[in-house]
């Protein structure tokens, strides 16, 4: 086999530089030259940020991305409450829950627009913005601005069906809030009537719940602003009121009148009041002046001209009497229908 010969490095003395080629052109200054590599990483870089920012406008827009919104930019009556009375322990639980962990859950607000003050309304989180508010209150502005997500709703029946669906999923409503949501979105003209309101704020409610929120709108519309504990009013008594409220129109007066008188001081002296009040009557007969004798009277007592004549009572069977005997004659007979009516009164 042959041997390989080892090659040794190129001696670097040997290897002259490459001859320096001239332009027949002057060079530009520096200032001047704009080379295509800076040219097209200042365009990148450009359409990176502006990408950056367009994805950032959409994530905020479309509710993807959580903001911190000052509490004196929103507007909380910007929708009519559907909570008619939040209980004071389950607020008190709420606030030490921010105090202690922060604000776990964004609220939701709609952008009103720059010209709007406050510039964002509320759509869901009422009791949130309470709770920060009294923070704010006692320990100052840390709790000063609320995490929260922007929504678009293209109606007001949609900003009043997030609302609504935000709290029945949290908490759930009682009928009456329920009926008085759809009735105050009537009212607000987000939907043309009840019927509409219904329909779409409790779309995947049953038939038969439909029917008692309706029937319960009838208790809003006569004792919203009169009942102490409304949130409080069961199914069954709920329906009774409504039932009642229809056929009596007076009855709405008089349980604002001993609601009034009574003060009730919570919802269990409240409903004794209004159950006390729906009871059926006992029918109170007027009591007669007996102006006509009665019939032992008539027996006892002879008329002018008559003699004294027997009459004897026996029962003929359920609700019967019969009265016979000499004295039962035609003038007896005057007296005693005479009597009769005068017992009718």
């Known amino acids: 086999m042959a041997k390989r010969k080892r090659l040794t490095p190129a001696n670097p003395a040997f290897i002259a530089p490459a001859p320096e080629v001239k332009s027949a052109f002057p060079a530009a200054p520096a200032s001047m030259r704009a080379p ?11 359409a990176a940020v502006e990408e950056m920012a367009e994805t950032l406008r959409r994530a905020r827009e479309g509710g993807r991305m959580v903001i911190s919104v000052p509490l004196t930019e929103i507007q909380t009556d910007y ?19 921010i105090c202690r962990r922060g604000q776990q859950t964004p609220i939701e607000l709609v952008d009103l627009g720059e010209d709007a003050s406050p510039r964002y309304g509320l759509i869901s989180g009422w ?14 502005d840390r709790y000063a601005e609320a995490l929260a997500l922007l929504r678009r709703p293209k109606e007001s029946g949609d900003a009043y069906l997030a609302m609504i669906e935000e709290n029945e999923i949290r908490v759930g409503l009682s009928y009456y809030e329920r009926a008085r949501i759809a009735l105050k979105a009537v009212q607000q003209e987000a939907f043309a009537d009840e019927s509409e309101a219904l329909a779409v704020l409790y779309e995947n409610a049953s038939k038969a719940k439909r ?19 409304p949130a409080a009013i069961g199914e069954r008594l709920g329906l009774q009121m409504a039932q009642a409220l229809e056929a009596d129109q007076d009855l709405s007066t008089r349980l604002r009148d001993l609601i009034l008188r009574n003060d009730p001081a919570d919802f269990e002296a409240e409903q004794s009041l209004i159950r006390a009040e729906l009871a059926p009557k006992k029918p109170t007969k007027p009591k007669v002046q007996d102006t006509a004798p009665n019939p032992a009277q008539l027996a006892d007592t002879p008329a002018p001209g008559r003699t004294t004549a027997p009459i004897h009572l026996r029962s003929h069977g359920p609700h019967q009497i019969v009265l016979e005997g000499r004295g039962v004659d035609e003038a007896f007979r005057r007296d005693l229908e005479a009597w009769l009516e005068a017992r009718k009164g």
């Open 211 to 229: 029917s008692k929120i309706r029937s319960f709108m009838g208790v809003v519309r006569q004792m919203d602003g009169i009942l102490r504990f």
């Open 36 to 46: 295509i590599a800076d040219v097209a990483r200042e365009a990148s870089s450009t």
């Open 127 to 140: 009791r949130r913005v309470c709770a920060l508010r009294e923070l704010q209150r006692g320990l100052g």
């Open 79 to 97: 929708l009519v409450r559907d909570r008619v009375s939040v209980p004071g322990e389950e607020q008190a639980a709420l606030i030490e829950s």
